[in-house]
């Protein structure tokens, strides 16, 4: 029996909870032996004009080997927008030369004989700082009164979408709701923050060990900065703690500390602090948009705009261009008859926005999910049912949704259909009537998200793709090659059991590598939930064409045609037909000449996993705290390969989805200081705070890989997190509540139920 | 997140951690659980020069009735406090409110003595003591004097602890039966407060009400004079001051105490 779609243990665990990962703080490397450190002199004040830097007090201070500024990092690149519509004019230096641009900028690097002796001597750098104004709402970004880069001419660094919004496309609306949501910024602190060690070898190479999502796309980034070839730059991936959207590629701070080994020849290091991390690393999400939403009293909508401000942070990063899939899946799941979007990006004095799990779609269902029961409120009808009367009937061919987007296969109304019957939905209802009716001090809410997103969107160039090596050794063992970056997903597993099903290797038996640039040149990464539907594909393609490659050698060994061997899966070898005693392994094929195959999966396009959430919430409404009780989850990602591993996806995802929802906001003073810099002010769910998630299965496969595989590394924070927010606004709509923006802290909701009985709605 | 530069000693009792106190002057902290002291010391909000440590004393770690009270010794790790059996049916409130501070990994360091001394008007042990009208017991150059609650919390991180002073015990009339009230509003489970309610015997006390616990004295007196829970409650943050953060500001604050000090009156058992 074929080993695909049972709940396999995961391989990577007992070494993480017995001795632990080796991240790259603690690694041992005898090519680090000697090491320095690195710290970096941030900014701390979020715009201001650079006078001069006194470094005379650190270079006097204990363990100082060398302090370096702008001015002495001139053989680096200079960053721009991603894209060349994005106003190239709005650039970034390594290191802040004339201007710094939000709090936590590198400003210096100091190197130090040991890491503790960085923190003493960074604080004496005297940097003599000309405050201009601060810059952190965005309207008042886009009004460009304070410009971030006067030589850009705005802070406008991209826009999306038409020119022009059509003015009558809400003419046919019986009723018709607008509203600003904010989908605030969060931080994806990985319980790994950033770190790198760097040394350049004799031949002129770099060897850098960085935590990354893809080592391939890093080896990139990092050549790019250092103005260097990416043959001289090889990326080694250690244990990688987490990651979320915001390690991929590389930071100035990354390819600054490769610049200090260079500049010392010798071997350097560094690991920030959780502080640094916070305001360092990329954030993500940060989006101003206003829906609007206007159909019939019968519960059809005819029309739908979005409009997004998106908030660059400092520098245009990935962040960006986010809005551009925001806009991408800006209709979800629904047959609106017309809708539009736009979007338009701008820079404000905070830390630099990067991808968050989702990264831009996440966004889109928040706003459309918003609406919809924005719409439902206005004309009195209940949320399931106008949602019913929209979604797009089951489809099988590729359709697009209007926008660009080519959705591979879908099933909205049956993903509704079991998750509202999984939570008992009826029940909830009439339990929220009576509690409603006795005046129950806990409100009951719940809420619904139908989500359709896109999913292995794909390759710099080309279509989607990706390679894996497979190798079988003389030992009975296989080695896989991927070009996959897991940092938590469980590929060790999953695609040992992709090898194993085809060549009947046990799963323990076979070794996956991944994320060293000199023995895997080339991959994708992990990001946008591609790397089964990709990456495991091209193992199991690999495997299948090993097979063949072993099968003609198998043939000539055993002197017989190719054509009347079989492949004995259970003793991983090939047999005569018909004659017991003639086989050869794999193994044995191994010993005598290398067995190895590199294949290259491409798909034919991105896959669109859909779902859809129910969350019920209880709300003190004399305090305005939410807890959350249920989340009902159906997420259909296609063929289920691990359904353990698949659910430890959606667990966590829904966690991370419900805190966005709750509790978790970068926050900013109107000085652009950060008040979110630690873990005592900024809040994640913990698993005290969440109940377990009840998960319903749901799988339809794509025809776009044989795997039947979609991505589901981020249904959980697309689905769960309107979900949640609905469900907080429904418990305490009878109180005239129409409308919390997350996170529905209890002050905010407290707030809300306040101004509602005052008759703000 | 790495320290300033700081000296080590180790104190193996309190007549000799007094005598250190004594020697090194302001420079010195006292280091019990360490789990409010290092934390500041990392983000340098704190950076003593030498760091007396008296988490070792054990003959400071105990529960014990004596006489009409129960004696709790300031090395006594919050955990302990939390399952005492002597605790829990003398004095619950303490019990119970030492079970709430921050995470089992913290009621296993920190100390009754530490969280008292470190005096964040957010924290449970002083909250709690403060309801209790209990008394802290503090040994100096000059021997041992106590103080009342109402006297030892002066503001934000400030106690009548003079610098070469410690405290050994804290003391706590029995209260076998006595209905009692904690209610700690939070975002989450291991957060400190955003505002706590405390009640026994009549007397109510808010946490994060102000720079130090804070009775609520209008609520006594109404208490005192006959009135119903509701009534009484409605009087909670009459007087006070308390801060404004992202998480609470001051009118929200006042609300909270109000609705939880209703809320823990009702688990003492007083009517509406």
């Given at each position: 029996m074929s080993i695909l779609g049972t709940r396999v243990l995961r391989t990577e665990d007992p070494k993480f909870m017995t001795t632990g990962g080796v991240y790259t703080e603690d690694l041992v490397d005898e090519r680090l032996t000697g090491a320095v450190y690195v710290t970096f002199a941030r900014s701390p004040i979020a715009h201001a004009r650079i006078n001069g830097i006194d470094t005379s007090a650190v270079r006097d201070s204990d363990g100082v080997l060398a302090v370096f500024t702008a001015a002495d990092?001139?053989?680096?690149?200079?960053?721009?927008?991603?894209?060349?519509?994005?106003?190239?004019?709005?650039?970034?230096?390594?290191?802040?030369?004339?201007?710094?641009?939000?709090?936590?900028?590198?400003?210096?690097?100091?190197?130090?004989?040991?890491?503790?002796?960085?923190?003493?001597?960074?604080?004496?750098?005297?940097?003599?700082?000309?405050?201009?104004?601060?810059?952190?709402?965005?309207?008042?970004?886009?009004?460009?009164?304070?410009?971030?880069?006067?030589?850009?001419?705005?802070?406008?660094?991209?826009?999306?979408?038409?020119?022009?919004?059509?003015?009558?496309?809400?003419?046919?609306?019986?009723?018709?709701?607008?509203?600003?949501?904010?989908?605030?910024?969060?931080?994806?602190?990985?319980?790994?923050?950033?770190?790198?060690?760097?040394?350049?070898?004799?031949?002129?190479?770099?060897?850098?060990?960085?935590?990354?999502?893809?080592?391939?796309?890093?080896?990139?980034?990092?050549?790019?900065?250092?103005?260097?070839?990416?043959?001289?730059?090889?990326?080694?991936?250690?244990?990688?703690?987490?990651?979320?959207?915001?390690?991929?590629?590389?930071?100035?701070?990354?390819?600054?500390?490769?610049?200090?080994?260079?500049?010392?020849?010798?071997?350097?290091?560094?690991?920030?602090?959780?502080?640094?991390?916070?305001?360092?690393?990329?954030?993500?999400?940060?989006?101003?948009?206003?829906?609007?939403?206007?159909?019939?009293?019968?519960?059809?909508?005819?029309?739908?705009?979005?409009?997004?401000?998106?908030?660059?942070?400092?520098?245009?990063?990935?962040?960006?261009?986010?809005?551009?899939?925001?806009?991408?899946?800006?209709?979800?799941?629904?047959?609106?008859?017309?809708?539009?979007?736009?979007?338009?990006?701008?820079?404000?004095?905070?830390?630099?926005?990067?991808?968050?799990?989702?990264?831009?779609?996440?966004?889109?269902?928040?706003?459309?999910?918003?609406?919809?029961?924005?719409?439902?409120?206005?004309?009195?009808?209940?949320?399931?049912?106008?949602?019913?009367?929209?979604?797009?009937?089951?489809?099988?061919?590729?359709?697009?949704?209007?926008?660009?987007?080519?959705y591979d296969s879908g099933d909205y109304a049956t993903a509704l259909d079991r998750a509202l019957e999984a939570a008992g939905y009826g029940r909830l209802r009439a339990e929220q009537v009576e509690r409603r009716a006795r005046g129950d001090v806990k409100a009951l809410g719940i809420g619904i998200a139908c989500y359709v997103e896109i999913t292995g969107a794909g390759a710099e160039s080309g279509d989607p793709h990706e390679n894996a090596t497979v190798e079988v050794h003389p030992d009975g063992s296989a080695t896989i090659l991927t070009g996959t970056s897991p940092h938590g997903q469980g590929h060790g597993t999953a695609w040992a059991m992709l090898a194993s099903d085809e060549l009947g290797i046990p799963v323990e038996r076979i070794t996956v590598r991944h994320g060293d640039t000199d023995l895997i040149p080339e991959g994708g990464g992990t990001g946008g939930s591609r790397s089964l539907q990709q990456g495991g594909a091209a193992v199991r393609q690999a495997s299948q064409e090993l097979l063949e490659v072993a099968r003609d050698r198998a043939a000539d060994e055993l002197e017989v045609d190719a054509r009347d061997l079989r492949f004995d899966v259970d003793r991983s070898a090939f047999t005569v037909a018909g004659v017991q005693q003639a086989a050869v392994s794999l193994a044995d094929l191994a010993g005598k000449e290398r067995l190895f195959v590199r294949a290259v999966f491409t798909a034919p396009g991105a896959t669109f996993p859909f779902g859809a959430h129910v969350a019920v919430v209880e709300v003190d409404t004399e305090t305005g705290k939410v807890e959350l009780s249920r989340l009902i989850a159906v997420d259909d990602a296609g063929t289920i390969l691990n359904p353990l591993l698949a659910d430890g996806q959606r667990h966590g995802g829904i966690a991370q989805g419900a805190a966005q929802a709750l509790l978790e906001e970068v926050v900013y003073d109107a000085d652009g200081n950060p008040l979110t810099a630690s873990f005592a002010d900024y809040p994640f769910l913990s698993a005290t705070e969440v109940p377990s998630f009840e998960l319903v299965d749901m799988q339809t496969p794509t025809t776009y890989n044989p795997l039947g595989a979609k991505g589901i590394g981020e249904a959980g924070t697309i689905g769960a997190t309107p979900a949640v927010q609905n469900a907080v606004v429904d418990a305490v709509s009878h109180l005239g509540v129409r409308h919390i923006d997350m996170p529905t802290s209890p002050q905010t909701v407290w707030r809300a139920i306040v101004s509602a009985s005052e008759g703000n709605a | 997140m790495i320290t300033s530069p700081f000296d080590f000693v180790t104190a193996r009792s309190a007549e000799q951690a007094v005598a250190l106190l004594g020697e090194y002057g302001d420079d010195a902290k006292l280091l019990a659980g360490g789990h409010s002291l290092l934390p500041m010391m990392k983000v340098r909000l704190a950076a003593p020069a030498v760091l007396v440590d008296i988490g070792g004393i054990d003959e400071l770690a105990y529960v014990r009735l004596d006489g009409d009270d129960v004696a709790v010794g300031a090395t006594t790790r919050h955990a302990a406090v939390a399952t005492s059996a002597v605790l829990r049916e003398q004095v619950p409130l303490l019990a119970h409110a030492a079970g709430l501070v921050g995470d089992p990994q913290v009621r296993h360091r920190g100390t009754i003595g530490g969280s008292l001394a470190h005096a964040d008007p957010a924290a449970d042990l002083p909250?709690?003591?403060?309801?209790?009208?209990?008394?802290?017991?503090?040994?100096?150059?000059?021997?041992?004097?106590?103080?009342?609650?109402?006297?030892?919390?002066?503001?934000?991180?400030?106690?009548?602890?003079?610098?070469?002073?410690?405290?050994?015990?804290?003391?706590?009339?029995?209260?076998?039966?006595?209905?009692?009230?904690?209610?700690?509003?939070?975002?989450?489970?291991?957060?400190?407060?955003?505002?706590?309610?405390?009640?026994?015997?009549?007397?109510?006390?808010?946490?994060?009400?102000?720079?130090?616990?804070?009775?609520?004295?209008?609520?006594?007196?109404?208490?005192?004079?006959?009135?119903g829970a509701r009534d009484a409650a409605a009087l909670a943050a009459e007087g006070t001051r308390p801060g404004e953060d992202m998480h609470g500001d001051a009118e929200y604050r006042r609300h909270l105490a109000r609705v939880l000090t209703r809320r823990a009156l009702a688990s003492a058992g007083v009517a509406d």
């Open positions: 990092v001139t053989d680096t690149a200079t960053l721009r927008g991603m894209t060349r519509d994005i106003n190239q004019e709005m650039t970034q230096t390594l290191l802040a030369s004339d201007t710094v641009r939000y709090v936590g900028e590198p400003v210096a690097i100091v190197v130090t004989e040991q890491a503790y002796q960085g923190e003493d001597a960074a604080d004496l750098i005297d940097v003599d700082y000309d405050p201009l104004p601060a810059v952190i709402d965005l309207h008042d970004a886009e009004s460009d009164k304070t410009l971030l880069f006067p030589e850009a001419g705005s802070n406008t660094a991209v826009r999306y979408g038409p020119p022009q919004l059509d003015e009558h496309l809400f003419d046919d609306c019986e009723v018709v709701v607008s509203r600003e949501i904010v989908n605030q910024r969060v931080a994806p602190a990985p319980m790994e923050s950033r770190s790198a060690a760097a040394v350049w070898g004799e031949d002129g190479r770099l060897v850098a060990w960085i935590p990354n999502q893809g080592a391939q796309g890093t080896r990139a980034a990092l050549a790019a900065m250092l103005k260097v070839s990416p043959d001289k730059v090889r990326i080694i991936t250690p244990d990688v703690g987490g990651a979320f959207g915001a390690k991929f590629g590389a930071d100035p701070e990354h390819a600054l500390v490769a610049w200090t080994a260079r500049r010392l020849g010798r071997p350097v290091r560094w690991s920030e602090t959780r502080y640094e991390n916070l305001m360092g690393m990329t954030h993500g999400r940060g989006q101003l948009q206003t829906v609007t939403i206007g159909g019939r009293r019968d519960g059809t909508v005819l029309a739908y705009r979005l409009e997004v401000l998106q908030d660059c942070g400092g520098y245009p990063r990935i962040g960006t261009l986010l809005p551009s899939l925001t806009l991408l899946m800006t209709p979800g799941t629904y047959a609106f008859a017309k809708v539009e979007s736009a979007a338009r990006s701008v820079v404000t004095t905070t830390t630099p926005m990067g991808a968050y799990r989702g990264a831009g779609r996440p966004e889109a269902t928040a706003a459309v999910e918003r609406a919809m029961d924005l719409f439902a409120a206005e004309i009195g009808m209940d949320p399931a049912e106008v949602r019913r009367r929209n979604l797009l009937p089951a489809f099988t061919e590729p359709r697009n949704n209007g926008f660009g987007a080519l | 909250v709690a003591l403060s309801a209790l009208g209990g008394r802290v017991v503090v040994q100096g150059p000059a021997g041992r004097r106590e103080i009342g609650a109402d006297d030892f919390f002066q503001g934000y991180f400030t106690t009548a602890l003079a610098e070469d002073e410690l405290i050994v015990e804290v003391r706590l009339a029995r209260r076998p039966g006595q209905g009692w009230g904690y209610e700690k509003f939070t975002r989450r489970a291991n957060d400190w407060a955003i505002v706590a309610a405390a009640t026994v015997g009549g007397r109510v006390s808010l946490a994060n009400m102000g720079s130090q616990p804070v009775r609520a004295l209008s609520t006594e007196q109404a208490l005192a004079s006959g009135s």
